[in-house]
DNA sequence: GTTGACGTTGACGTTCGCGTAAAGATCGGG
DNA sequence: CCCGATCTTTACGCGAACGTCAACGTCAAC
């Protein structure tokens, strides 16, 4: 089943357009130049044209890779920098290591955000609910305005 | 105990200037005036002066609420603007109650997200960890970067 | 009188990660 | 020879939520 894979698999030597390596990945053109211009990615150049070596495809994986995780680009470029200095390789590592724990920080920081906005939440759904599970008792009555800011009051003043 | 706790309880009907408000909420003058213009408060004036009373403070308090729950000054308004209808406030109220249920959902997600993105952090972290690991055995070696390049390619192939 | 704290209204700047033209080069095909 | 597809650069737009001037008025205090 060589010849068949061949296009897909054997991690090879092939060139990219730009659009072929953007679609690969499901980004646009315009994505690979911003990289580029942030320098992220160093593509060669055939002519005007950029073209992209497998290195630059793993580069480019890299920073996609660390985009799901929420690393801003900046701190991408900085552990992509990391890999191009080549000597002290462990250096690099143990400085993209620290940003992968910073970012799990960081990470497990907004996730309590979220959680503590899911209760806040819980806590407005339940008063809306029993809010609303009062049928409408003086609803027509033009008091019904002061009385939220009763309710309201009571409410937010614990909150 | 009433007169001691005057300025602080007794919910009244003080009046408050703008760094005042903005002080005693922790946020920036200019924040109010900025939900202001976005039409979520409405200060009386006296002369050029904005004069907050309490129906702005419980908005104003509104407002923060909703926004440590997550939801874009926007909705925000809507909500307040719901509150303002006076008459039919089951409506108002069900409405604010779709919108907490939605911020509810797009929260859960960003929590999912959040997780998908600490497991691919706890990978990289352990990938790092083991290249660490082996303590450095050719790493002088110029091979050092194709060495990479082979070892990153197994790596991200299956993530 | 003048200093300083507070207030006002514009209006442009910031950060992030690209999107979206605009205007042109280059290439193969019909 | 022109068409359309694909590439190039430059550069402005956006959306969110304000920050940060600028330039000015107003007030009590010294």
């Keep these: 089943m060589p010849d068949t894979a061949t296009t897909v698999s054997a991690a090879d030597s092939r060139t990219y357009s730009i659009s072929e390596l953007a679609r690969e990945f499901g ?4 994505a690979l130049r911003f ?3 942030k320098d992220m990615l160093h593509p060669a150049r055939d002519g005007m044209m950029r073209v992209y070596r497998n290195r630059d495809r793993a580069r480019l994986k890299v920073i996609l890779q660390c ?9 991408i470029r900085e552990i992509l920098d990391l890999y191009g200095m080549d000597r002290n390789e462990r250096a690099q590592k143990r400085e993209a290591l620290k940003k992968f724990r910073q970012q799990v920080d960081t990470l497990h920081q907004q996730r309590d955000d979220i959680d503590a906005a899911l209760e806040e939440l819980h806590n407005g759904i339940s008063w809306l609910e029993s809010q609303l599970a009062i049928i409408g008792p003086a609803s027509d009555e033009a008091e019904s305005v002061a009385a939220y800011e009763q309710v309201a009051k009571a409410h937010m003043d614990d909150a």
């Design 27 to 30: 980004v646009t053109p315009r």
């Design 35 to 37: 990289y580029e211009d």
């Design 67 to 75: 985009k799901r995780v929420g690393l801003p680009l900046a701190d």
